[in-house]
């Protein structure tokens, strides 16, 4: 049987596929961008958001070996942390500069796949 679904070469264990996405990613970017104007509820919104799309990706990583969950898993929950830590005044108050920069390297990450492939190899090449 093979480890790759049927549509686009996917892996049936892929949670960045299907309804799980709109849950694990897609809802909480349009929280991040619906935060930014939140005024004091921001921090804790994209701390929320960043939690979950962070631990949805390393999740997803160990799963399938998404290759773009390698970098963003912990990208986000380094993001999850900043916001945590600047809740606490720890350290100055993420921006909209911020949010892009995280965003904007998630992007990157995720393109990286066009050359790279979708998936980790794991094994010995067939």
């Known amino acids: ?10 892996k049936p264990d892929d ?5 799980s996405a709109l849950w694990l990613w897609c809802l909480p970017v349009v929280a991040l961008f619906v935060g930014f104007g939140l005024g004091p509820l921001r921090l804790p919104v994209w701390l929320v958001a960043f939690a979950v799309m962070g631990g949805a990706c390393v999740v997803n990583a160990m799963r399938c070996g998404r290759l773009h969950c ?4 912990p990208l986000f929950l380094m993001a999850a942390l900043y916001c945590a830590l600047a809740l606490l005044r720890i ?3 993420p921006d ?3 949010l892009l920069i995280v965003l904007g390297v998630a992007l990157l990450a995720r393109m990286a796949e066009v050359p790279l492939g979708s998936y980790r190899r794991t094994g010995p090449r067939a």
């Not at 949670?15 to 309804?19: E, F, N, W």
């Not at 390698?70 to 898993?73: E, P, V």
């Open 1 to 10: 049987m093979s480890e790759q679904g049927p549509i686009n070469g996917q």
């Open 15 to 19: 949670l960045a596929c299907g309804r």
């Open 70 to 73: 390698y970098l963003t898993g």
């Open 91 to 93: 350290v100055p108050e």
């Open 96 to 98: 909209g500069t911020f």
